[in-house]
């Protein structure tokens, strides 16, 4: 019974969810369990035309997705989007409300007032618990009885519809509750234990946090991670994110709220903070393809109540630099930035992020979605790609703005010296975390990427002491123009660090050898000469040598 009615219910169990007043404010939108007070138990999705409260544990209750519109200055508002895997009940209201328009329209009779009595609202209950109220308004109706009857007879068989009719009293507010089977039912005033069964608790499934990759959810861009190697801007670049540390991005959130969404020194949630009374969130969406799977999230500034188009781009401007192209965005189409509108980002077409406003943000499709990748050992990892291969071993440099451990094949040393003809000294960092902006000169056993992985990590407990000083210095950015070209050292093939007169900038994420450092020495010694002693990089006799680079007989070995 009422089975598709349960729909309507859990649509304003919903609606009540979000509501707000001085006691409790509406919960941010995004996906909840809902639990009925009275009874303990849960809302399940059976399918879409089938929506109860009979889950036994959160485990077994469906995440749904929760959007609602403006506030009213009762802290109420109107769901506009209750969804999950198996079912989107707004639609099925829609559809319902529909086959009754039909119906109504042939027979001559008014439709006005279906609007409201198919509109789900979240009303806050007042306790201190946070629970909602889910209600649905239903107008005065003149001829109600000859109009619910022309309905009852066209909707024979079709339980849900039949109960909502027949139970609906124009002119009243109805407050959705649990029914003795578990279903949704509707009632006008409180029911059973004061109330407490037209009650719903919202409990919010917070997004995670920590470093990941983000994705454009497009699928003919080509190169669709994100990341920042230019020093005023963040641009979508990639050919692919597994090799590049500007791709590494760190996010914190608190439900949906974004309060860092950082990458190479750029942080996004700084633009939401300057602006007081806005936010950054991620909004739980959902792919073209998979419908319900909230594997894709739009990205968004949320504006305050009242704004100030001028304030919005110089903070824009603050955060990201005058030559971001959400900046140019922002100043060029300023008409979008109004009171309550939310700003998306966007893919755009020339490969870089911009804005567009709430107007235009249904037209983006899936360039306005961003996936979520969380790097981890079994899917998604960071692994640098090797320059140069020495003695049967690969070798690159690395800098980065992250901690990270290493994860197979890999050794990292410290570059202390490097002597005349470009030999370097090494000296291994025994160290579980490589701390963020460390410099360091990375050897691989292979040149198979997931034998070499490096894994950011977010705990900073586990970051101990600072890596030894060396001569190695290091860039984020591939535009870097402050450093001396003529006196940086690069990793270059055998090994060597040498100037490279043909570069035009060191690549970003990558570490070089100050020249200006001291180095090591450029002699052994005569008997280094012809008689097989082996000596290490500062000239020093080794009587028993274990991995690395030595002299002997006047030539660098590998050992």
């Not at 043909?502 to 020249?515: F, I, L, S």
Request: with cysteine; charged share 20%; hydrophobic share 40%.
């Amino acid at each position: 019974m009422k089975k598709i009615f349960t729909l309507t219910l859990l649509a304003v169990l919903m609606v009540t969810a979000f509501s707000a007043n001085a006691v409790t404010p509406l919960p941010d939108q995004g996906v909840y369990r809902i639990q009925n007070v009275y009874s303990g138990t849960w809302v399940k999705l059976q399918h879409n035309y089938l929506a109860d409260i009979t889950a036994l544990t959160y485990e077994d209750a469906s995440p749904l997705l929760v959007w609602y519109g403006e506030r009213d200055e009762n802290g109420e508002a109107l769901l506009t989007n209750l969804s999950g895997d198996g079912g989107d009940m707004i639609e099925t209201l829609e559809f319902i409300k529909g086959l009754v328009e039909e119906t109504l329209e042939y027979n001559d009779k008014p439709t006005w007032f279906l609007e409201e009595m198919f509109q789900l609202h979240l009303v806050p209950t007042g306790d201190p618990d946070g629970s909602v109220f889910l209600c649905v308004d239903v107008p005065p109706i003149d001829d109600w009885e000859e109009i619910r009857d022309i309905i009852l007879e066209a909707a024979a068989g079709q339980t849900a519809v039949t109960y909502y009719i027949t139970h609906m009293v124009p002119g009243n507010r109805h407050y959705m509750g649990i029914d003795y089977d578990g279903s949704f039912g509707y009632r006008l005033q409180a029911g059973t234990e004061e109330g407490t069964d037209i009650k719903f608790l919202m409990v919010r499934e917070d997004l995670q946090g920590g470093y990941c990759f983000v994705k454009t959810a497009s699928a003919t861009a080509e190169n669709p991670y994100l990341r920042r190697v230019h020093s005023m801007t963040s641009t979508v670049d990639l050919a692919q994110a597994h090799n590049d540390a500007s791709a590494v991005f760190d996010l914190a959130v608190d439900g949906i709220k974004v309060n860092r969404l950082a990458v190479q020194g750029l942080d996004l949630a700084p633009l939401a903070q300057a602006i007081e009374g806005s936010y950054l969130a991620l909004c739980p969406t959902n792919t073209t393809a998979e419908k319900f799977i909230y594997d894709a999230y739009a990205l968004k500034l949320q504006l305050p109540d009242e704004v100030n188009a001028a304030a919005v781009i110089a903070a824009a401007t603050q955060a990201l630099g005058e030559n971001s192209e959400i900046v140019a965005a922002l100043s060029a189409h300023s008409e979008m930035i109004k009171n309550r509108a939310a700003l998306y980002f966007v893919h755009s077409d020339n490969g870089g992020v911009t804005i567009a406003g709430d107007a235009d943000y249904a037209d983006y499709g899936d360039d306005a979605k961003w996936k979520i990748e969380f790097i981890d050992t079994q899917d998604n990892y960071l692994a640098p790609a090797a320059e140069v291969e020495a003695n049967g071993k690969y070798y690159t440099t690395l800098y980065t703005a992250f901690p990270y451990e290493l994860v197979g094949s890999l050794t990292a040393y410290s570059v202390m010296a490097v002597s005349a003809d470009g030999v370097p000294q090494l000296e291994e960092l025994d160290m579980d975390v490589i701390p963020a902006g460390t410099p360091v000169l990375l050897e691989m056993e292979t040149n198979n990427e997931e034998n070499h992985m490096i894994m950011p990590v977010a705990d900073g407990s586990k970051v101990g002491r600072e890596a030894p000083k060396s001569m190695l210095k290091g860039t984020l950015f591939d535009d870097d123009t402050e450093n001396d070209k003529a006196n940086m050292l690069t990793l270059q093939g055998g090994l060597n660090f040498a100037i490279d007169n043909n570069a035009d900038y060191m690549p970003a994420n990558k570490a070089w050898a100050d020249k200006t450092k001291p180095t090591a020495i450029t002699t052994v010694g005569t008997d280094a000469q012809g008689d097989n002693t082996i000596y290490d990089l500062m000239g020093r006799k080794v009587v028993n040598p274990t991995h690395g680079i030595y002299i002997q007989n006047g030539k660098k070995i590998v050992l």
